[in-house]
């Protein structure tokens, strides 16, 4: 039984490092098709304002001899930019913000760009990218794909869309009070954090549950206002009073399901199993005393027979020599030699006081 817990000890192990191996895999692709598509998509943008730039300095020095570019195939969408500007590929997780303090409705101003120090609301919110998109700001006309047409439904080639800005470009405008003329006055937020308390949103909630504030002054900003969606039921829905009724009562008397149903789930011979039927277990534990009975056992020659047979009996002689207390027994001839010879010394020392001579006395 040791061998086959090893055995699943050691696929786990395996399965874990390989598991391992395979994220740090795909978290490097993912890395590297990254920075792939950040570098395409800024060489993309200069490769455009250097074309632009290059078509300016050229209409101005040629004035009148200017070529005249918005022909063709360019007819409707020159000066128009690809729809894939409206997408910015996304930034490597292990550099997003670990929280967005940023969500739809709230009130920002723009500090970079060509609407710097316009106020708007944010109509939507991309976390893996990090930008946001503004009511009415950073407006720029996309070309519309022919594939694209009949899903949108449009007959044009151009439409004036919102363009995504990094949430670095903007900053959160609330109303605060002011405290010397006692009026509502609007204030860009320089820095802010989060932090406690943490909330309990519902499960339609797009909020994030902690909490912000002004760097400083501590002064919460509060989240904007969400309204519930309302839901629709429909015939193939489940009610809400169907799922509240018990269908079944649990009992200690049967099994919630027949054992065989448990193999269906998981794979029975499978080496990640840890819990094994008790059949298969006594099994295992008789291979292995009866392995270890074996490896006891040793291959002998009728001469090693002989004295293993030989030592045998030696040992149990000796063993009988033996009190309950381990020590050695002395037999009726060691006995009477001891208390024989005890009597000839003890005979030998009386002979040798009675002859000894008397000390004389002197005044």
Not at 201 to 218: I, Q
Not at 315 to 334: C, I, R
Request: hydrophobic content about 35%.
């Amino acid at each position: 039984m040791q061998k086959v817990i090893q055995r699943t000890a050691a696929a786990r192990k395996q399965a874990q490092k390989k598991l391992f191996r395979a994220q740090r895999r795909e978290e490097l692709v993912e890395r590297s098709q990254g920075i792939r598509s950040r570098r395409e998509f800024n060489k993309s943008i200069i490769a455009n304002q250097k074309a632009a730039r290059e078509n300016r300095w050229e209409d101005w020095a040629k004035r009148d001899l200017a070529p005249k570019r918005d022909v063709g195939v360019l007819e409707f969408t020159y000066g128009t930019m690809d729809g894939a500007a409206m997408h910015p590929p996304p930034i490597p997780k292990h550099l997003r913000s670990k929280q967005i303090l940023f969500a739809v409705a709230d009130r920002v101003c723009i500090i970079r760009g060509r609407d710097v120090g316009k106020i708007s609301d944010i109509t939507q919110v991309n976390t893996e990218s990090e930008t946001v998109t503004l009511k009415d700001l950073n407006m720029a006309d996309v070309t519309v794909p022919e594939w694209a047409k009949d899903g949108m439904g449009m007959k044009g080639d151009v439409m004036t869309q919102a363009m995504p800005v990094p949430m670095d470009n903007i900053r959160h405008v609330i109303a605060l009070e002011d405290p010397d003329t006692q009026e509502v006055v609007d204030h860009i937020i320089e820095h802010a954090y989060a932090g406690k308390p943490y909330f309990e949103r519902p499960s339609w909630s797009k909020l994030p549950r902690f909490t912000r504030y002004v760097s400083g002054l501590d002064i919460e900003i509060p989240w904007p206002k969400e309204e519930e969606p309302e839901i629709k039921d429909y015939d193939c829905d489940t009610s809400r009073y169907e799922v509240d009724i018990p269908s079944w009562t649990p009992t200690l008397e049967s099994a919630p399901f027949p054992s065989s149903v448990l193999d269906e789930v998981r794979n029975k011979y499978s080496r990640f199993r840890t819990r094994h039927d008790p059949e298969f277990v006594r099994e295992k534990v008789i291979e292995e005393y009866r392995r270890e009975w074996l490896d006891s056992q040793s291959l002998l020659t009728p001469l090693g027979q002989f004295r293993q047979q030989r030592a045998a009996k030696s040992a149990a002689a000796k063993a009988s020599k033996l009190d309950a207390n381990g020590n050695v027994m002395m037999d009726s001839e060691t006995d009477a030699f001891i208390s024989q010879f005890m009597n000839m010394n003890m005979g030998k020392s009386v002979k040798s006081k009675q002859k000894s001579p008397k000390t004389k006395q002197t005044a």
